[in-house]
């Protein structure tokens, strides 16, 4: 079984343009986040979704945008790629909201912005 | 604002030998603690996890060891190999504002290297 897939693998940005992160699930789970990792910081939560057609933002949302319109699908919008933004990104997904539900991470996008 | 603070950054430990990871923690309404393990070019995967109702939890040569009065809780991995190095990550939720994908605060996390 895939679980949680992400594409691309690797990209690189000029400031300004914009792209879509895409990540995707088959577990049928409810719960779908975005996480972006950068050195010494851990992994910061940008936006979550709850279900198809609710989204929200979580600790760092400027500069991003979510949609979900399917279960399976949950793309990270970038409006105008800044050198901040340099990151790797994670899409995770879980059954269930709370606690004592474990997140399943796809293997991330590595995203340069130049 | 850090919720979840983890030490040390980086850890170099003997093959055979104990690795201890800490993590402390500020919401006292954090009621779920998960360890992740990530691998290079990998996401994270989840090791093991603890709830503040146990002092202690041990899954084969990992255990998690809980004080919910100083708001601590540390990862200790037995006999560690160097197949365990890796980054290790503490994180924390609560049971409605998400435990699983929607809502994970991290810790900064551990390199740590296992050396043969």
């Known amino acids: 079984n895939a679980g949680v897939t992400q594409t691309p693998k690797f990209q690189v940005l000029k400031t300004g343009q914009s792209m879509t992160l895409q990540c995707a699930q088959d577990?049928?789970?409810?719960?779908m986040s975005w996480y972006r990792q950068d050195p010494g910081m851990g992994l910061r939560l940008i936006h979550y979704s709850v279900g198809a057609g609710i989204t929200d933002q979580g600790e760092v949302p400027n500069g991003y945008n979510v949609s979900r319109s399917t279960t399976e699908d949950f793309p990270l919008r970038l409006l105008s790629a800044a050198p901040s933004q340099t990151s790797v990104y994670f899409c995770?997904?879980?059954?269930?909201?709370?606690?004592?539900?474990?997140?399943?991470f796809g293997q991330g996008t590595r995203l340069t912005v130049v | 604002q850090q919720q979840v603070k983890q030490s040390p950054q980086s850890l170099i430990v003997q093959k055979g030998g104990i690795s201890i990871i800490n993590c402390a923690y500020e919401n006292t309404a954090f009621d779920y603690f998960p360890w992740y393990q990530q691998f290079p070019g990998k996401g994270p995967a989840l090791l093991i996890a603890?709830?503040?109702?146990?002092s202690e939890k041990k899954e084969g040569r990992f255990t998690i060891s809980f004080n919910k009065s100083a708001k601590q809780f540390s990862l200790h991995i037995m006999d560690s190999q160097p197949g365990d190095s890796a980054t290790y990550f503490c994180a924390a939720s609560t049971m409605y504002s998400g435990g699983g994908a929607d809502g994970l605060t991290f810790g900064k996390g551990t390199h740590l290297i296992i050396q043969p």
């Open positions: 577990m049928n789970h409810e719960y």
């Open positions: 995770a997904s879980s059954a269930y909201q709370g606690g004592g539900t474990e997140a399943f």
């Open positions: 603890i709830r503040p109702d146990v």
